[in-house]
């Protein structure tokens, strides 16, 4: 068999044995930042909330995330119905840890014409962010008040990271990586469709879709590869029943994806159920 042969067949085999490693150091809050809010539905009797919320998330980033990011968040936000709109606005903090998967790196130096190879150890780098967000909802209600559509609706959320993390991203290298996000403060903006179904006993189901971009200051975004925007996606599915609301919550976004999961809690007097 042809060398060249016997290279592409171990493409085929390896997923890329004959294509050097790829690196992408993204901030773990790119996607995190937004978990689920509760919110007063147009049957509701309550029509103002404040509710607690505590939520856990693991997954990857990097190439083929392999690096394991892993945290926990706590949210307290207050949530209004008003005609066919809802909204709601607050604020959370985050901890977590970023396991940084051995590598070697070669960065080429223009100047000297020369290379130079980084090696980082297997490491865990702590992070954390804290923050604010808000959103708004067009509503339609169902016939019979089993329900609603909440057919469009617009997020966002500003966070502050701090931690190991950051700090090691800003000291690297760009030219050795594909993308090197340096930047410590993530402003999200997005889109959402939400399905609310409500059972004859008060308990509600619902499924939301959200869909967004990381806006960040000019030049803190690096790499060759760093036209790729950063973005979101997620899909909740969640369930509620008198003051508690569960959600599963999975997280999609630029070389890295999580799965979240979380309690809201709504503190008002009055469940509203």
Known sequence: MKPTNLCYLLILLSFGSCISPRSYYMSPMDINSLPYHTLPNTTDSQR???YASLSIHAGGSNQTVKDGVSGMR??????YRFGNFQAYYGGGISLGNYHLHESDHTAYNYSTMSDTTYHFPTSDKFFGSYGFGGGINLVIPFAGG???WRVIGFETSFQKEFGDYVKFRKQLRD?????????GQIFTVGGTTEL???SRHG??????VALGSVLFPKGSYLGP??????YYMSHTLHV???KVTGFMQFNIGAHALSLQFGVNYNLSKKSGM
């Open 74 to 79: 706590g949210d307290i936000h207050r949530a």
């Open 146 to 148: 089993r329900g609603e």
């Open 203 to 208: 308990t509600e189901i619902g499924y939301k």
């Open 175 to 183: 030219s050795a990586y594909d993308i090197l996000a340096t930047y």
């Open 225 to 230: 590869e760093s036209d790729f925007h950063p």
């Open 196 to 198: 609310v179904g409500i």
């Open 240 to 242: 509620t029943k008198r």
């Open 48 to 50: 103002a909330a404040t």
